[in-house]
């Protein structure tokens, strides 16, 4: 079936430091999602890309679809404690369906 | 705040018990999904409907059985469970479950943390 690869599994970063992050797949998708799970709480979506080479900001977040359709990659500039969290990589394999597959996620831990 | 509810927001059942979770959308959406969240796994998609009918079953063990007696509420009962279902279970609701080329955002509740002894 299809996977989504997701890298790094964990990070852990200074207060005002980048991160970047990137899902990679064997299949091509036709949108790419970027959501953020805070602990006891369900994710939450940060971005969503429709399009290949799209290149999409949210505030300190900026994602990419990237021109083969088979990856994506999410930044986020000047860390700070609120970015701690899990963030995943889905994508929509199909328009006839909302249907997603999700990666392994991200776990970002920010220290003061 | 997503609008998506779900109770219990934790429940521990042993082996031989029968619950059920329970989930509400308050956004007049029309598609629902119940999830599956374990340590270092990907979320699985279990169940997904449509307009409250059924129209996804993935592999699903039959000691799972969904529920959705409208597109406002979506239930997933449980018996006779294994400690191996132990996980988040997710519960998420979408305008309508085709795309037409824009992506119909997922909403998804807090979860119910199911522990089985």
């Known amino acids: 079936g299809q996977q989504l690869n997701q890298s790094p599994q964990s990070m852990f970063i200074q207060e005002g430091e980048d991160v970047s992050m990137n899902c990679t797949s064997s299949s091509i998708f036709n949108t790419w999602l970027w959501y953020k799970q805070d602990p006891g709480e369900g994710p939450v979506l940060l971005i969503a890309?429709?399009?290949?080479?799209e290149l999409t900001s949210n505030g300190r977040l900026t994602a990419q679809f990237g021109i083969t359709r088979k990856d994506s990659f999410l930044n986020i500039s000047a860390s700070i404690p609120s970015d701690v969290g899990i963030y995943f990589c889905?994508?929509?394999?199909?328009?006839?369906?909302?249907?997603?597959?999700f990666g392994t996620g991200t776990r970002l831990q920010v220290f003061p | 705040e997503t609008g998506v509810t779900q109770t219990p927001r934790h429940l521990v059942m042993g082996m031989t018990n029968k619950k059920s979770l329970k989930c509400e959308q308050h956004l007049g959406h029309n598609a629902m999904y119940w999830y599956k969240q374990s340590a270092k796994k990907p979320l699985e998609l279990m169940f997904v409907y449509s307009l409250e009918e059924r129209v996804e079953n993935n592999s699903v063990p039959s000691r799972f059985s969904p529920e959705c007696p409208n597109s406002s509420h979506l239930f997933l009962h449980l018996h006779t469970l294994q400690p191996e279902d132990s996980a988040l279970y997710l519960c998420?609701?979408?305008?309508?479950?085709?795309?037409?080329?824009?992506?119909?955002?997922?909403?998804f509740g807090p979860g119910t943390r199911l522990t089985v002894l």
């Open positions: 890309l429709y399009k290949a080479g």
């Open positions: 998420a609701s979408s305008q309508d479950l085709v795309g037409v080329r824009i992506y119909n955002e997922q909403f």
């Open positions: 889905a994508g929509q394999p199909s328009y006839n369906t909302d249907k997603l597959i």
